[in-house]
């Protein structure tokens, strides 16, 4: 059974920094992804990498403050997301896909998380 599992969540102030991981489980994914959802917004896309790292992709919003990684021996993702803003308050899901490339777009992903909440206040 297939299952990515997030981790690290929670409350800061606005300038902190938080880091989130996700753990998979049942089979290896090649590109693993961050989306998130805050209320009444739908979801978005925030970063994604491949398998070997090598490519890396992020939104505009979180450029220069988010950096994702993984750990391929543990099966595992991360964001660092530092300087953290009100705005990036939302539920952080990961996601994984066994395209080479899983890019932006939620559609390529299969995979996903059951969502942690991130809470930036002011």
């Known amino acids: 059974q297939v299952q990515l599992v997030e981790s690290g969540g929670g409350l800061v102030q606005a300038g902190g920094s938080l880091r989130l991981s996700c753990a998979a489980s049942?089979?290896?994914?090649?590109?693993r992804g961050w989306f998130r959802q805050a209320p009444g917004k739908e979801r978005e896309f925030v970063a994604a990498?491949?398998?070997?790292?090598?490519?890396?992709y992020y939104a505009d919003s979180v450029k220069g403050r988010f950096t994702i990684s993984r750990d391929n021996a543990k099966n595992t993702v991360y964001l660092q997301m530092n300087s953290l803003k009100p705005e990036d308050t939302a539920v952080y899901y990961c996601?994984?896909?066994?395209?080479?490339?899983?890019?932006?777009?939620?559609?390529?992903?299969?995979?996903w998380g059951q969502g942690t909440q991130v809470t930036v206040s002011s």
């Open positions: 990498i491949s398998w070997s790292g090598g490519r890396i």
């Open positions: 049942g089979r290896t994914f090649s590109s």
């Open positions: 996601a994984a896909t066994g395209l080479v490339h899983g890019g932006t777009s939620a559609e390529t992903y299969d995979y």
